[in-house]
């Protein structure tokens, strides 16, 4: 691999547990990068806080951590101020879909073309196993002693529901099939979900790698243009679906949206002020 193309970050050590699904996220992601022919530079990973948000400090880009369940807003803003840029918004299922749950349905209003990666191992890893959004009715914890009493959250049928522009699920063991589907989310023109199951060897005894592998098929003869159909491929519980479910070309961005962009112009941040014209506002307000 050309140095250049390296988004590999050799100095640092990651934080997680032997066997965690996380490693394999950050291979697909590295390799994906690296397939799709993106610069280090070209590459802006922002995420929130919790195990999956450690992502971007063991990648060789650009990045910004903030505040937990709050990547998305800045990722918009991000593209929003440099198009140019790959932008991925990158977390587990409680940051995305708990304490970040309002930002991810305005995020699928406002379509900006990032990229959104979920770690989904249906558990709070970082804060010791407590049940997340996506835990199934039943499933016992050390603060759920009885089990989960509200019905878990299903993002994929939820973003179907609200027109989110590409839809995708990925079982994280599967290599080969998650860095196409990532590749894939990357290069769509507009938002695109990437949920991934991850199992958590730590703190979730049940959903575990054999369960994902037993519990999982992927898409075939699927029509990723129906939305009804994607609905109900994404309302399955017998076996969960793992592909695309769902995809909108045809939805113009956040940022073609925006009427500063729609004038031939740079980047924001290559755009000069214009210093007396901005006193006269001033001046006038």
Same mark, same amino acid.
């Given at each position: ?7 590999e970050?050799?100095v640092?050590?990651p ?13 697909a ?8 022919a993106?610069?280090?530079q070209?590459?802006?990973?922002v995420s ?6 450690? %992502?971007p400090?063991?990648? *060789?880009?650009h990045?910004?951590?903030?505040l937990? !369940?709050? @990547?998305? =807003? ?5 593209k929003?101020c440099?198009p140019?840029?790959?932008?991925i ?21 406002r379509?900006?073309?990032? %990229?959104?990666?979920?770690? *989904?191992?249906?558990v709070?890893?970082?804060?010791? !196993?407590? @049940?997340? =959004?996506?835990?199934e009715?039943?499933?016992?914890t050390?603060?759920?002693?009885d ?5 878990p959250?299903?993002?994929?049928a939820?973003?179907i ?8 699920r990925?079982?994280?063991a599967?290599?080969e ?13 507009g938002?695109?979900l990437?949920d991934i199951?991850?199992?958590?060897v ?12 037993e ?15 994607a ?6 519980t017998?076996?969960?679906p ?7 070309e ?5 940022e073609?949206r925006?009427?500063?962009?729609q ?8 755009r ?7 006193k006269?506002?001033l001046e006038?307000?």
């Open positions: 691999m050309n140095k250049s193309m390296s988004f970050q050799k640092v050590k934080a997680w547990c032997p066997g965690c699904g996380n490693f394999f996220i950050l291979k992601l590295q390799r994906a990068l690296v397939e799709l993106l610069k280090p070209e590459v802006v990973i929130g806080i919790g195990q999956a948000a450690k %992502t400090q063991y990648l *060789n880009v990045m910004f951590n903030g937990h !369940g709050r @990547a998305l =807003p800045p990722a918009t803003a991000i929003a440099n140019h840029l790959t932008v918004a990158e977390g587990g299922d409680g940051d995305m879909y708990g304490e970040g749950g309002n930002h991810f349905l305005h995020t699928i209003r379509n900006p073309d990032i %990229t959104q990666l979920v770690h *989904n191992n249906m709070y890893g970082l804060t010791k !196993g407590q @049940a997340s =959004p996506t835990s009715l039943g499933y016992r050390p603060v759920q002693v089990g989960v009493i509200s019905q959250i299903n993002p994929i939820l973003a529901s609200q027109d989110a522009s590409f839809v995708a990925v079982f994280c599967n290599l099939h998650t860095v196409e589907i990532i590749k894939k989310a990357i290069q769509h023109p938002y695109a990437v199951f991850q199992p958590c730590t703190f979730n005894k049940v959903n575990t790698y054999k369960w994902f592998q519990h999982t098929y992927i898409l075939q003869d699927h029509d990723v243009h129906d939305q009804g159909q609905f109900l491929r994404a309302t399955e017998e076996k969960l793992l592909g695309i479910f769902y995809q909108n045809k939805k113009k961005t956040f073609q925006l009427k500063v962009h004038e031939e112009g740079p980047a924001f941040l290559s000069t002020i214009n210093r007396e014209k901005l006269e506002i006038e307000r």
